[in-house]
């Protein structure tokens, strides 16, 4: 079972480029979530979704979009890339939204040029 | 405005002592609350959980404490070993909300040493 897995793991990406990171889980977990980690800040959430076809935005949404056609799958697409979302991605899933354990995977290191 | 706080950036602690981990959070409507332990170039795991309706949930070396009345929350790991060291984050959520989503604390990085 390989949980959740992310790609790529790490994009060196030049400014005003478009860039998705893919997130795949085989849990059969209803909600996912995006977070970047940055030094000093913690996991901030970035958009999550509740279950497929359903998504929300969380605490740093601006810049980013998400969608979840199906239970598995959530991707994270920067329309334009800019230098402040050089970052680390980790995405997540959990049975319920917000309650329970959140499995996290590998994550995406992405540096913006 | 910080929902959850880890005032301590790191920790360093001898190996067979105890290490407590302190997490003070402001919303009073939290009613779950998780750590998970994070080392480099991983994604963070899950370690302990407790619900409001607790206050302290033991797994191993691993105990959480917790004290709505002052909204704290400990997690002592005893004895501490080396491979204990990496970064721990303190994490909320309020089930019955809107959202439910997990509000993360910005971690303590903890170092035990041999």
């Known amino acids: 079972i390989a949980g959740i897995t992310q790609a790529p793991t790490s994009q060196i990406l030049a400014a005003g480029r478009r860039m998705t990171l893919r997130c795949t889980q085989d849990?059969?977990?209803?909600?996912m979530y995006w977070y970047r980690q940055d030094l000093g800040l913690g996991l901030r959430l970035i958009h999550y979704?509740?279950?497929?076809?359903?998504?929300g935005k969380g605490e740093v949404p601006d810049g980013y979009s998400v969608s979840r056609a199906n239970t598995d799958d959530f991707p994270l697409t920067l329309a334009s890339a800019v230098p402040s979302q050089t970052s680390v991605y980790f995405c997540?899933?959990?049975?319920?939204?917000?309650?329970?354990?959140?499995?996290f995977g590998p994550g995406t290191r992405l540096t913006v040029l | 405005d910080q929902q959850v706080k880890q005032n301590s950036p790191s920790l360093s602690v001898q190996e067979g002592r105890i290490s407590i981990l302190n997490c003070d959070y402001t919303?009073?409507?939290?009613?779950?609350f998780l750590w998970y332990k994070k080392y480099p170039a991983e994604g963070p795991t899950f370690l302990i959980s407790?619900?409001?309706?607790?206050d302290k949930n033991e797994d191993g070396r691993f105990t959480v404490f917790l004290n709505k009345s002052a909204k704290h929350l400990s997690l002592h790991i005893v004895p501490s070993q080396p491979g204990d060291s990496a970064v721990y984050f303190c994490?909320?959520?309020?089930?019955?909300?809107?959202?439910?989503?997990?509000?993360f604390g910005k971690g303590t990085k903890l170092s035990v040493k041999p």
């Open positions: 997540a899933s959990s049975d319920l939204l917000g309650y329970g354990e959140q499995f």
């Open positions: 849990m059969r977990h209803n909600a």
């Open positions: 979704s509740n279950t497929a076809g359903t998504t």
């Open positions: 919303n009073s409507m939290f009613d779950y």
């Open positions: 407790i619900s409001s309706i607790k």
């Open positions: 994490a909320a959520s309020n089930y019955g909300g809107s959202q439910g989503n997990l509000i």
